[in-house]
Structure formats: C-alpha cells, structure tokens
C-alpha cells in the first residue's frame, strides 16, 4: 500500500526559505505523476508543482523561480525546495502520486497539477510565512 508522509514544514518571515519532503513507501520507481500541492484556510487545494518519470517538471505560475521540485529515486523521497517565501505561501502543503497517469511532455504539462490525477496523499506538513 502506497504511503506518503511529509515533513520539513514550519514558521518563517517573508524572504525566508524551506525544504518540504515526502518519504514514499509501498511501490518503488518513478512511473508516476509525483506533485506537491497546497491548501490555505477557506481556499481550494491547488497544484504547486509536479515532476514526471523522465524529470520534466511543471510549476504554477505563482511560484516558477521560486520553488523546485525534486526527486531522489534512491531513497524514494520527493523534495520541495522553496525560496523567497511570501505570505501567499501560506498553507497545508501535501504530496500526492498518481497511480494512473505517465505521460510526459505536453499532457504532462497541461494537466499534472490537477489534484483530479493524484490517488495517493500525505497527511500535509503546514508552512506559515509571516510578514
């Protein structure tokens, strides 16, 4: 059974910076869609970034340049690296992996950070950035 834990959450000031990871376990390789995704109070869950087997990445507008998604094959862990946080940033952030969807390139791009795709989650680690 797949399971993903998060961890590297926490309180930091605008400007300040923070490495989120995912500890993957219950499947082995890198076939799938893997994405963070985040929740702020009383707003919907949005994709943040996504990686896909061959490396390709996808992030949402609101955070290219700012935030990297990463993957470590070997110790099956994902990483979020996050830099130059705002208070915007402010939320539950949650990694997820789809069991369905492969694709690389275009569809990858168009459609990886819909939550729709993802059937696994973490139980979120909470990132709060004060101004």
């Known amino acids: 059974q797949v399971h993903l834990v998060e961890s590297g959450g926490g309180s930091v000031q605008s400007g300040g910076s923070l490495r989120l990871s995912c500890a993957a376990s219950g499947y082995t390789g890198s076939s799938y869609w893997m994405g963070w995704f985040r929740q702020a109070p009383g707003k919907e869950r949005e994709g943040v970034a996504a990686?896909?087997?061959?490396?390709?990445?996808t992030y949402a507008d609101s955070v290219k340049g700012r935030f990297t998604i990463s993957q470590d094959n070997a110790k099956n862990t994902l990483y979020l690296q996050m830099i130059s946080l705002k208070p915007e940033d402010t939320g539950m952030y949650y990694c997820?992996?789809?069991?369905?969807?492969?694709?690389?390139?275009?569809?990858?791009?168009?459609?990886?950070?819909?939550?729709?795709?993802?059937?696994?989650w973490g139980q979120g680690t909470q990132v709060t950035v004060s101004s």
């Open positions: 990686i896909a087997s061959d490396g390709s990445t």
């Open positions: 997820a992996r789809s069991d369905s969807r492969r694709d690389t390139g275009l569809l990858f791009r168009r459609s990886a950070l819909n939550s729709a795709w993802y059937n696994y």
